[in-house]
């Protein structure tokens, strides 16, 4: 029997320190009275349907993002594929078909920048009017604040493309994370002695460029730790240290724990080679 659910609504995209919070807040009232934690999201973000970017603009694919709320505490996920037709519900619709309806909810937790419905009229007022008419509980949390500005996507995304991977994952209250399956690459760093496992991402996710410290999960659950390589070529490649077997077709987990340095190009493989020996002990030094 679905007793109902307190739920949260938003893209999340990157599932972020603010987005934490929320979920952190849903599971503890669910715990407390029985029910479920639960979210509303979208396949894509809203903002993709009106601005489309023809750059990659995610921080989390929809598989990622739905793993990480899952590893918050979010038991029931409901994904809304947002398109012209969902555009044009009324704020007042929304609430009743998806809120009441779909999520069967008994309470909703929000950010203090929520909105919903067509032109994003369901503001936190209605919101609350509306949580008073149903008897259904509205919480509507502060921003999470980190350093002077609050945590957002937005921000960790402008990072991200300016290269401060620090500050990306800051924001983010965990390292920004890759997802991707192996796939055959040009085999050069096999020739230089730094043999890499390709990875093919998702096109619409943000990749900073840079040399980078990373911990790699493998199939299984296996943690190594290597360094990545992340080029104009938008070829990502990682370097797994003591690691010698096949992982063509595996799924690796790339976490980015530091930046090494930028890119930049070299006039020779001896050149290359060097430079790699250098961000090898680097990266080793960084994952201590």
Request: with cysteine; proline share 4%.
């Given at each position: 029997m679905?007793?109902?659910?307190?739920?949260t609504?938003?893209?999340?995209?990157?599932?972020?320190?603010g987005?934490?919070?929320?979920?952190?807040?849903?599971?503890?009232?669910?715990?407390?009275l029985?029910?479920?934690p639960?979210?509303?999201?979208?396949?894509?973000?809203?903002?993709?349907f009106?601005?489309p970017s023809n750059?990659?603009?995610?921080?989390s694919?929809?598989?990622?993002?739905?793993e990480?709320?899952?590893?918050?505490?979010i038991?029931?996920?409901?994904v809304?594929?947002f398109?012209a037709?969902?555009?044009?519900?009324?704020?007042?619709?929304?609430f009743d078909k998806?809120i009441?309806?779909?999520?069967?909810?008994?309470?909703?937790v929000?950010?203090?920048?929520?909105?919903?419905?067509r032109?994003r009229?369901?503001?936190?007022?209605f919101?609350?009017?509306?949580?008073?008419?149903n008897?259904?509980g509205?919480?509507?949390?502060?921003?999470v604040?980190?350093?002077?500005?609050?945590?957002?996507?937005g921000?960790?995304?402008?990072?991200l493309?300016?290269?401060?991977?620090?500050r990306?994952?800051?924001l983010?209250?965990v390292s920004?994370?890759l997802?991707?399956?192996?796939?055959?690459?040009?085999?050069?760093?096999?020739k230089?002695g730094f043999?890499t496992?390709?990875l093919?991402?998702?096109?619409?996710?943000?990749?900073?460029?840079?040399?980078?410290?990373?911990?790699?999960?493998?199939p299984?659950?296996?943690?190594?730790?290597?360094?990545a390589?992340?080029?104009?070529?938008?070829t990502?490649?990682v370097h797994?240290?003591g690691?010698?077997?096949?992982?063509?077709?595996?799924t690796?987990q790339?976490?980015?724990?530091?930046?090494?340095r930028?890119?930049k190009?070299f006039?020779?493989?001896?050149?290359?080679?060097?430079?790699?020996?250098?961000?090898?002990?680097?990266?080793r030094?960084?994952?201590q």
């Amino acid at each position: 029997m679905n007793k109902g659910s307190v739920l949260t609504i938003g893209t999340f995209d990157g599932v972020h320190l603010g987005y934490r919070k929320i979920f952190h807040e849903v599971v503890r009232r669910a715990k407390r009275l029985g029910l479920t934690p639960a979210a509303l999201t979208f396949a894509l973000p809203p903002r993709l349907f009106f601005f489309p970017s023809n750059e990659p603009a995610l921080l989390s694919t929809l598989r990622e993002k739905i793993e990480l709320m899952k590893a918050c505490g979010i038991k029931k996920i409901h994904v809304l594929k947002f398109d012209a037709a969902l555009a044009r519900v009324s704020a007042r619709d929304f609430f009743d078909k998806y809120i009441l309806g779909l999520c069967n909810a008994k309470e909703v937790v929000v950010g203090y920048n929520f909105g919903f419905g067509r032109n994003r009229e369901g503001d936190s007022r209605f919101l609350e009017e509306s949580g008073r008419r149903n008897n259904i509980g509205i919480y509507i949390l502060p921003p999470v604040v980190n350093g002077s500005v609050p945590a957002s996507s937005g921000r960790i995304r402008q990072a991200l493309r300016e290269g401060n991977l620090a500050r990306a994952n800051s924001l983010l209250g965990v390292s920004y994370t890759l997802t991707g399956k192996v796939v055959m690459g040009r085999k050069l760093g096999r020739k230089l002695g730094f043999p890499t496992a390709n990875l093919k991402l998702s096109p619409e996710k943000i990749v900073p460029l840079g040399v980078f410290a990373v911990r790699a999960t493998l199939p299984g659950g296996r943690e190594l730790k290597g360094m990545a390589n992340y080029g104009r070529t938008r070829t990502f490649e990682v370097h797994l240290f003591g690691f010698s077997g096949n992982l063509y077709g595996k799924t690796l987990q790339v976490r980015l724990i530091r930046k090494i340095r930028d890119e930049k190009a070299f006039t020779s493989l001896h050149d290359l080679s060097h430079q790699l020996e250098k961000d090898g002990i680097k990266a080793r030094k960084m994952l201590q």
